[in-house]
């Protein structure tokens, strides 16, 4: 018995120095003896005596943890009659203990949850032990408020744990435990939390009382977690929630028939505080979500008119929407009418054009408050891009108002972008096009919103671009201008290239009128205006964000307005013809190598600039055979192919102090020189080796290295990590047998030695070996049938 009192004062003294000490050696020392501890033979039972005789919060931590681990391993797992005396034992534990630390109560709570679902198919005496679980709970939902909580907590914690796929367990498994479960008890403790919430709204109920407070929010979690469950085990990505229906079974169909439950949840969310009501719209917005199939038409109808009133009523009460996780759960709450309901029936539930109405204000209001949680902005965009994208097949007779409503959401979204420039500028914030990705997101999403009532859109964007582009000519041709007033212009520019760039690639071919490609030729003429200036002044200056803006811009304008599916007699051509000159496909492709060539010399040392400018003429490389043509036959190009070491293309790192890895866009202008290339190569083998002189001459260059005992290192990792990607790119490129063997008969075998004595020198240096290996992975893969060698066999 002395030896159990030391051992467990031992235990206590290494529980404090793992979560109170701040010396790390001692930490260390603790976690290691613990661990020890938690693979000896008698752990079981010095969890049990810890949790009945530790003084300390820590001691009953560990022990749960503890046994935690050993109800969950796979290798020699406890016998069936020990895990019900455990289970038996926590239940018992937490019911004489209300008041444990939060963190005991929890890691108990979740020991108690393991142990359900490890055990869900386990019999005993033909009784399925592990499986009654709301009973386990009803001794604490008769309780106190203290108890009442730790019963909550147990069923959502077990509803939350069976939910989630172990990773040390087989999927199967984890699958069929989910579908009992929610075939047996799920829409039991659904009803339950419901009936609980139900009773605490009737109440007056004192949310200043920490334990009051505390009940209603696990309850309100439990609903959330019954209702967020994966029914049907589509084990959906969180990030793409909002595309997602809850597939709740017809089993429940009852629960939201009836009205009183939907309406429970906007009561809530009018009755609680702003603390405990984002759970509410959490609840709302998968109980918004839930699957079309559950209801027949006039079920619906019904269901979605309660819906529009809550949101209503939601929306005429603003005042709780001030704080940002209301907000933002409110926000996806109003994406969800359109992803899971037709415009066609909304239009048809009894105040949509005051709900709307009210929607737009709060659109257009929160817009203007681009600082205030821009994240949601997201869910927002996407509800107006899903209503703007369905006007088009909507064939109720009701007004959809749409034609009212769009523009002055396009408005505030455009003009909000450009009034945040100057106080980003002045007040040093971050700067929301510093993140491209979100900002192609709202872009994508405004260039259908911006289709919409598209002449009012573009007479705005006219208006705001002269606007600017005066102010900024005029501030460049002063001698007194301020650095921040240029910056602010070039801000102002960056969003409306950026948003013609979009609502350019909005256009739908089968609903684009004459009237609108003119109008979308009015944007082109400024924006190529616009660089030609700009252009004029990169020897002294550039715009970077301006710059990848433009590369955007034309980007959309390839996809859209380039290529055989284009009507040449589009009336975008001939606004660009009328303005600037350009008569035809051919003047304006001449535009855009002229563009790619500027950048290329000047912005060579910009990645992103780069990169994307690579990438745009890598995507025109592959455009029709008629466009790449047309490509080939431009004197701009030639000059590509005749010069492509020159100092035009300082990037290639050729000559320069590049690092290794700085090297990665010389594959991408290699792979679209040799498309172009391929273009009239035909068998001409002089026009290949005139191609390949500056690689062969690279080459020698590196042969001449290797021969001798001293040579600078770091320049021939560079010069050959450079010549492995060209390589790569016009080996991917060449996709015809002639052009391919070509290359092959280039490299193989006057070169292979090369490759492998660099292997050799510098096989522990991944940057110069995975170019390598990434070549002859290329080179022996035989895409189209490329590969074709003569039999060495004698007939």
Request: net charge negative; aromatic share 8%.
């Amino acid at each position: 018995m002395a030896d159990h009192v030391q051992s467990l004062a031992q235990l206590e003294i290494l529980c404090k120095q793992l979560y109170e000490t701040t010396d790390t050696s001692t930490r260390l020392q603790a976690e290691k003896a613990l661990v020890e501890f938690t693979n000896s033979p008698d752990c079981l039972s010095k969890c049990q005596l810890l949790l009945e005789r530790g003084s300390s919060s820590y001691s009953q931590l560990l022990a749960a943890t503890c046994l935690s681990k050993l109800v969950s391993r796979t290798t020699n797992p406890l016998p069936l009659e020990q895990r019900i005396d455990i289970r038996n034992y926590v239940l018992n534990y937490l019911a004489t203990r209300p008041k444990l630390a939060a963190f005991v109560t929890q890691a108990l709570i979740q020991l108690y949850a393991r142990i359900t679902k490890l055990g869900w198919f386990d019999c005993q005496k033909e009784d399925y032990v592990f499986r009654n679980v709301i009973a386990d709970v009803t001794r604490f939902l008769q309780d106190s408020v203290e108890h009442c909580i730790i019963g909550v907590t147990i069923l959502s914690q077990l509803t939350n744990e069976i939910n989630q796929a172990d990773t040390s367990h087989p999927l199967t498994k984890h699958r069929k435990i989910a579908s009992s479960f929610r075939d047996s008890s799920l829409f039991e403790i659904f009803t339950l939390s419901c009936n609980l919430l139900k009773q605490a709204s009737g109440k007056t109920l004192n949310l200043n009382d920490e334990s009051q407070h505390g009940l209603l929010m696990q309850l309100l979690k439990l609903a959330h977690n019954c209702l967020n469950f994966d029914f049907i085990g589509t084990s959906t990505d969180e990030s793409s929630d909002d595309l997602c229906t809850v597939q709740i079974p017809t089993s429940w169909r009852s629960a939201f028939l009836d009205s009183s439950t939907l309406q429970l949840f906007f009561d809530l969310y009018h009755s609680i505080p702003p603390s405990l009501s984002p759970l509410v719209l959490s609840c709302l917005v998968q109980i918004a979500s839930v699957r079309r199939s559950l209801f027949n038409n006039a079920e619906r109808a019904k269901f979605l008119s309660l819906l529009v009133d809550g949101v209503k009523r939601i929306l005429e009460n603003p005042q709780s929407l001030s704080d940002p996780n209301n907000y933002h759960e409110f926000c996806r709450l109003l994406a969800r009418l359109k992803s899971n309901y037709q415009l066609g029936e909304l239009v048809k539930v009894d105040n949509y054009p005051e709900v709307i109405r009210l929607i737009a204000n709060f659109t257009v209001t929160s817009l203007q408050h681009w600082e205030f949680a821009p994240n949601s902005v997201h869910y927002l965009l996407s509800l107006w891009q899903r209503l703007a994208a369905s006007v088009p097949y909507v064939k109720a007779t009701e007004p959809h108002l749409l034609e009212t409503y769009t523009p002055e959401v396009t408005k505030a979204y455009i003009t909000s972008r450009l009034e945040s420039v100057h106080i980003i500028l002045r007040d040093g914030l971050e700067d929301p096009l510093d993140d491209t990705g979100l900002v192609q997101q709202q872009l994508d999403q405004l260039s259908t919103i911006g289709r919409c009532e598209y002449e009012k859109t573009c007479a705005l964007l006219v208006q705001l671009f002269d606007q600017s582009a005066q102010s900024y000519q005029e501030l460049l041709q002063s001698t007194n201008s301020s650095a921040m007033d240029l910056a602010v212009q070039e801000g102002r520019l960056t969003w409306l290239v950026y948003i013609i760039g979009a609502v350019i690639g909005g256009r739908v071919s089968f609903a684009s009128t004459d009237e609108q490609d003119a109008m979308d030729g009015e944007l082109v003429c400024r924006v190529l205006q616009l660089m030609n200036l700009t252009d004029s002044r990169l020897a002294q200056a550039g715009n970077e964000k301006l710059e990848l803006a433009m590369l955007s811009f034309f980007e959309q304008f390839r996809k859209i307005y380039i290529g055989d599916q284009v009507q040449k007699s589009s009336k975008l051509y001939r606004r660009l013809s009328e303005v600037l000159g350009l008569n035809d496909e051919t003047m304006v492709l001449s535009v855009f190598i002229g563009k790619i060539i500027t950048n290329l010399k000047y912005w060579g040392r910009c990645e992103p600039i780069t990169s994307k400018t690579l990438q745009l003429l890598n995507d025109l490389s592959i455009g029709y055979p008629s466009l790449v043509r047309k490509l080939v036959k431009l004197s701009a190009v030639q000059f590509m192919l005749n010069n492509h070491t020159s100092e035009h293309f300082s990037f290639l790192g050729l000559n320069n102090q590049s690092n290794l890895s700085d090297m990665r866009c010389r594959t991408t202008f290699y792979t679209a020189l040799g498309r172009l290339l391929m273009v009239d190569l035909g068998e001409d083998e002089d026009q290949f080796e005139q191609f390949m002189l500056p690689l062969t001459a690279a080459f020698e260059t590196v042969a001449q290295m290797f021969s001798t005992n001293t040579f600078n290192e770091q320049e021939a990792k560079r010069t050959l990590v450079g010549l492995v990607r060209d390589l790569r790119g016009i080996a991917f490129a060449f996709n015809a047998k002639t052009s391919f063997m070509m290359l092959f008969d280039w490299i193989y075998p006057t070169y292979m030695p090369i490759l492998q004595r660099a292997i050799e020198l510098w096989y522990h240096v991944p940057a110069c070996t995975t170019p390598v290996l990434k070549l002859m992975a290329e080179l022996v893969h035989n895409r189209s049938q490329r590969l074709q060698f003569d039999s060495l066999c004698e007939p």
